[in-house]
């Protein structure tokens, strides 16, 4: 049965926090947010850990349970916190991790002084996020990419089969395909241009040949991170689905259209996409993420109704995420120039053909076990406007419309030394707005 992981008053908007710097408007880690992350203070030599993002600072959840400060089931979830990954405190499930979070929005709201009596709290307890360094939230061992955006697919599919852009099984099944979990990246992780074979003609008369991807393309995503799993031969019913989610981070699938047109027929994405993948480092967890869910993308008339394993009736209403993600882009020559980052696309989760329950059903749905830590991906984020466009094969028509930048310069695809940056933010009437902080990569040279 599902559980229930609704509005409480973690959320309250009132809610101040005796850290100032979590008080600041537009701020992405309010203390209505608390997002999970694994982290170290710089130069200290001790292990990575887990921590919860709080204004400019990360709370040590080990040295707090340490100093007595949980009780419970947060003290329990707590117990696992002095891991280098957050997997087992997702695989706790919903009941833990909301205590723990629950307990934390206390310690750290305004007129509660428990952190603060504690001795040297300022660098034990909450070091600035500036003075730490941060890594990969998760240890994935699987890594699922889906094709969720029914305007990305069209987009593409236009480019490709103009008659037909969308194949006839786009809207009965969530397509996806198994990424490379090995080359899943922290944010701030630069980027190698991929070597690669491409064909080199368009007729096809030539012999393919291998070098530098030319058409490299970054693909703004959010990333669904399993909590509890489910054994091998069996399945996750839709309306339990969110209940195996543990939270949600930002994903750039990064990709190389050229090398992928050549080699994607007939088995799909491969060493075009398994070069790198880049993931935020904070994890927004589901119970976060309560006040801002929206209904379901409205399909078009005429479109068939979910199978029965993935319809989730009166749970379309509150099925979506309204996630909004922002692409920018900083070139060289802008960075010289002092330019402000330009964005190319803005585009909303909640424009999703397929919902977050909907492509975690599917995926166990034939008896797949789903473990903690493994990652889906929602596929390229686009929606119906220009301004939507989630990745540079859209915005630039496969590379024929380039697109101008304010130092006057164009890119169809990708240069080296470009730097990507993506980020997200919930908003909701009524509610704090809440981030995802940012998944920043820079493009360097292909070697050899």
Known sequence: MAMTRGIDETHDAALTSWLPGANAPGHDFP???????????RGSGEPPHAGVAIGDRVLDIAACRTAGLFT????EAAAVCGDASLNRLAALGPAHAGALRGQISALLRAGDTRIAGLPDWETRVLPRISE???????????????????HHATN???????????????????IGYHGRASSLILDGTPVRRPMGQTQ?????????????CKALDYEVEAGLIIGTGNPLGTRIPVAAAEDHLFGMCLLNDWSARDLQKWEYQPLGPFLAKSFATTLS????????LAPYRAAAAAHP??????????DQGSASGRAAINLVCELHLLTPAMRQQSLAPARLSRAHARDLYWTPAQLLAHHASNGCNLRPGDILGTGTISGPDAENRGCLLELTQGGKDAVVLPAGETRRYLQDGDEVILSGHCEAPG??????????????????
């Open 31 to 41: 203390i209505q947010n608390l997002p999970f992350g694994i982290f170290r203070r």
């Open 281 to 288: 480092p904070w994890v927004i967890t589901w119970e976060a």
């Open 72 to 75: 419970g089931l947060a003290s």
């Open 132 to 150: 730490c360094e941060l890594f990969l939230p998760m240890e994935t061992g699987d890594y699922t990419d889906f094709y969720a955006s029914i």
């Open 431 to 448: 509610f704090v707005r809440i981030g995802f902080g940012e998944c920043r990569g820079t493009v360097l040279p292909a070697v050899g």
């Open 156 to 174: 593409v599919g236009r480019l490709f089969r103009p008659e037909q852009p969308l194949l006839p099984n786009y809207k009965h099944v969530p």
């Open 200 to 212: 080199a003609s368009p007729d096809g008369l030539q012999p393919p040949s291998f070098g530098p």
């Open 301 to 310: 008339s005429g479109d068939p109704a979910p199978l029965a394993y993935l």
